[in-house]
């Protein structure tokens, strides 16, 4: 860029997306942010664990508790002589912003700041509280990010009220969509043993691809659930299947199989589970299982929802839709201190890709998006 933009958000956006932060790295992100939100008063808490940079901030101190929650790492580049410009020089083209993390999440994070602003610069005495949680963990293993921040504001006992996490939700049009939930993913590494031997002996052999076939066409048969209101029914899908020496004439000793449910609220996790080990008993086959989990959550229309609706039908003119598609996000964490967590922010067609981008149109009015929401539940 040869000259700053006028717009501050752009301006902001801009100087973040030139710190290569990639995961779990900050490179300076939320430094900037903070010296942004200190002079408005806000009670800074930088949290860090392990390699990873954290900060939750709060104004105010009474409630209701607004928290706007991002972060600030980056996924991978991908080959750089793919990308039309270089990936941590934002550049503007036709009237778009290209950088990597442009929509997934630095936009969100300079519109957080410049929403809230001009929100205490027109209402210094405003109701209730805003805060931000920010991480530099959610692109990697997000083990010592939000889910690290959200256990320390638990054992305190601060619960948040609302909470609007900045993820690139909008599907055609800016404002088309909302995540008011997320599936759960419950992910299961199961190792099926058996006997190892020379092929053409097969008296001698205990063959478990062969034995674990009959109880993985049961699980694929197995409706787990119909869903709900908000929910896609329950899938089950393997992912991956290894078994083998390599050589053709022997039958392995065990077969790995990775599995993943996504499933919804009319399912639980020990449910699911339960089932998962009945169908393998069923077959009687010797194993050993371990999981891995990630909760659903969902926030049905109430306050926060109708305020952000509101505000995008305001700022966008577009009427938004409420959506659990897609993958997991942090909201699955903050929701374990805070009832009403929603998902919104630039289109997520480019997210993760080369020559990652975001409408320079779009910046505004994401910005005006969470003011306006401020003033819907804070004024």
Same mark, same amino acid.
């Given at each position: 860029?040869?000259?700053?933009?006028?717009?501050?958000?752009?301006?902001?956006?801009?100087?973040?997306?030139?710190?290569?932060?990639?995961?779990?790295?900050?490179?300076?992100?939320?430094?900037?942010?903070?010296?942004?939100?200190?002079?408005?008063?806000?009670?800074?808490?930088?949290?860090?664990?392990?390699?990873?940079?954290?900060?939750?901030?709060?104004?105010?101190?009474?409630?209701?508790?607004?928290?706007?929650?991002?972060?600030?790492?980056?996924?991978?580049?991908?080959?750089?002589?793919?990308?039309?410009?270089?990936?941590?020089?934002?550049?503007?083209?036709?009237?778009?912003?290209?950088?990597?993390?442009?929509?997934?999440?630095?936009?969100?994070?300079?519109?957080?700041?410049?929403?809230?602003?001009?929100?205490?610069?027109?209402?210094?005495?405003?109701?209730?509280?805003?805060?931000?949680?920010?991480?530099?963990?959610?692109?990697?293993?997000?083990?010592?990010? +939000?889910?690290?921040?959200?256990?320390? $504001? #638990?054992? !305190?006992?601060?619960? %948040?009220?609302?909470?609007?996490?900045? &993820?690139? =939700?909008?599907?055609?049009?800016?404002?088309?969509?909302?995540?008011?939930?997320?599936?759960?993913?419950?992910?299961?590494?199961?190792?099926?043993?058996?006997?190892?031997?020379?092929?053409?002996?097969?008296?001698?052999?205990?063959?478990?691809?062969?034995?674990?076939?009959?109880?993985?066409?049961?699980?694929?048969?197995?409706?787990?659930?119909?869903?709900?209101?908000?929910?896609?029914?329950?899938?089950?899908?393997?992912?991956?299947?290894?078994?083998?020496?390599?050589?053709?004439?022997?039958?392995?000793?065990?077969?790995?199989?990775?599995?993943?449910?996504?499933?919804? +609220?009319?399912?639980?996790?020990?449910? $699911? #589970?339960? !089932?998962?080990?009945? %169908?393998?008993?069923?077959?009687?086959? &010797?194993? =050993?299982?371990?999981?891995?989990?990630?909760?659903?959550?969902?926030?049905?229309?109430?306050?926060?929802?109708?305020?952000?609706?509101?505000?995008?039908?305001?700022?966008?003119?577009?009427?938004?839709?409420?959506?659990?598609?897609?993958?997991?996000?942090?909201?699955?964490?903050?929701?374990?201190?805070?009832?009403?967590?929603?998902?919104?922010?630039?289109?997520?067609?480019?997210?993760?890709?080369?020559?990652?981008?975001?409408?320079?149109?779009?910046?505004?009015?994401?910005?005006?998006?969470?003011?306006?929401?401020?003033?819907?539940?804070?004024?």
């Amino acid at each position: 860029m040869s000259k700053t933009p006028e717009n501050k958000t752009l301006a902001l956006a801009i100087d973040l997306l030139k710190r290569q932060s990639n995961t779990p790295l900050d490179a300076g992100c939320q430094a900037l942010m903070i010296s942004r939100l200190e002079p408005l008063g806000f009670k800074i808490e930088c949290m860090r664990f392990g390699n990873v940079d954290n900060f939750y901030a709060r104004r105010g101190t009474t409630g209701p508790l607004l928290v706007f929650a991002g972060h600030t790492d980056v996924v991978p580049t991908g080959p750089l002589d793919k990308w039309h410009t270089p990936p941590f020089e934002p550049t503007i083209k036709d009237g778009m912003l290209y950088a990597r993390g442009a929509a997934d999440m630095k936009t969100s994070l300079a519109a957080f700041i410049t929403g809230i602003e001009e929100f205490v610069a027109q209402n210094p005495n405003h109701t209730g509280s805003i805060g931000l949680l920010i991480t530099s963990d959610e692109e990697g293993v997000a083990v010592d990010g +939000t889910i690290k921040v959200v256990a320390a $504001l #638990k054992a !305190r006992g601060e619960l %948040i009220d609302y909470c609007i996490v900045g &993820e690139p =939700t909008s599907n055609k049009v800016v404002g088309d969509m909302i995540k008011n939930g997320r599936r759960g993913s419950l992910s299961g590494k199961l190792i099926v043993k058996g006997v190892q031997g020379h092929i053409a002996y097969p008296h001698l052999v205990k063959n478990p691809i062969h034995m674990v076939a009959p109880a993985i066409k049961d699980m694929v048969e197995t409706v787990w659930d119909n869903g709900n209101e908000y929910f896609p029914p329950t899938s089950w899908q393997i992912s991956n299947m290894n078994g083998g020496t390599g050589a053709t004439n022997v039958v392995p000793g065990e077969v790995e199989i990775l599995f993943n449910f996504r499933f919804c +609220t009319a399912s639980t996790e020990q449910n $699911l #589970k339960e !089932r998962v080990y009945a %169908i393998l008993d069923k077959h009687a086959l &010797e194993y =050993t299982l371990d999981w891995e989990y990630s909760p659903p959550y969902i926030t049905p229309r109430g306050n926060l929802v109708e305020a952000i609706s509101s505000a995008i039908e305001q700022a966008y003119g577009v009427t938004p839709e409420l959506s659990t598609t897609g993958g997991t996000s942090d909201g699955r964490f903050i929701a374990d201190i805070c009832k009403q967590v929603i998902e919104f922010g630039p289109l997520n067609a480019t997210i993760h890709k080369l020559n990652e981008c975001v409408g320079v149109a779009d910046i505004e009015p994401l910005k005006e998006t969470y003011k306006l929401t401020m003033e819907k539940l804070l004024k």
